[in-house]
């Protein structure tokens, strides 16, 4: 399923780095989710900009949930300052630290999604060590250095509810096409665990859903 032109138009206009077609793979993803666990919240784990947020809140509204989006907006440790993906216009300059939120709020508020999407600031392992609540759907997309990875892995995948899913972005199984954590230390282990089963894949995007 597409997510509707105009949405789609105001995603594109958002920072960040998720291409269109990945982005339709994780709403309709999500959707199966919400139909699956119907009433179960979701979390995303690294929303920037809150591009990748807009699908999935977009998403959250019409399952009738709600998306909790949790990212320090301090930027990853590859997106800091001479980093090949930095960018100028995300600086504080007041703390000279990136600070993504006042452009996830915006994204998040002109796409009419303040019903749907809960912004969590914090570090993903705190948020994490406190969540006791079985998640529909869970999207990784935050520190791709191999301990946020493994700490993501860890932390945040024991929470899918059984039938619940969980995607994973930038999983590159060729070295040529892009950094290996979120491949090693998150895509192989929930494989490995028994846990998860693959069910679709969409450029860098893998769609996993839990035993139920
Ligand atoms: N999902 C977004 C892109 C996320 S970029 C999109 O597709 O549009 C990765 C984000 O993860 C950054 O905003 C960064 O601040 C956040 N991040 C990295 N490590 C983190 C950590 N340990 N805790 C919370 N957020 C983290
Ligand atoms: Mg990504």
């Not at 809140?57 to 090949?84: K, M, P």
């Not at 600086?91 to 993504?100: A, C, P």
């Not at 570090?123 to 250095?145: K, M, Q």
């Not at 290996?180 to 859903?209: C, D, H, N």
């Amino acid at each position: 399923m597409l997510i509707d032109p105009v949405l789609r138009g105001l995603a594109l206009a958002t920072k960040g780095f998720m291409p269109p077609h990945e982005g339709d793979a994780l709403h309709a993803a999500a959707l199966d989710a919400g139909a699956a666990v119907p009433g179960a919240p979701w979390v995303e784990v690294g929303s920037y900009c809150g591009r990748s947020t807009v699908w999935l809140g977009d998403a959250a509204r019409t399952a009738g949930t709600v998306l909790f989006a949790v990212d320090h907006h301090r930027g990853s440790e590859e997106n800091q300052s001479g980093w090949e993906h930095h960018d100028i216009e995300v600086i504080d300059q007041r703390v000279g630290k990136m600070d993504t939120l006042p452009f996830f709020r915006r994204a998040v508020h002109d796409a009419g999604l303040e019903d749907h999407v809960v912004g969590v600031v914090g570090r993903s392992p705190i948020v994490a060590h406190h969540w006791t609540t079985p998640l529909g759907f869970l999207f990784i997309d935050g520190g791709h250095g191999v301990q946020p990875a493994r700490d993501d892995f860890e932390g945040w995948t024991p929470h899918v509810a059984r039938g619940g899913t969980l995607a994973i972005h930038d999983v590159f199984p060729d070295p040529a096409d892009g950094g290996r954590p979120p491949y090693e230390q998150i895509y192989l282990p929930a494989l490995a665990s028994g846990r998860f089963e693959l069910v679709s894949v969409t450029g860098s995007l893998r769609v996993l859903t839990r035993a139920g």
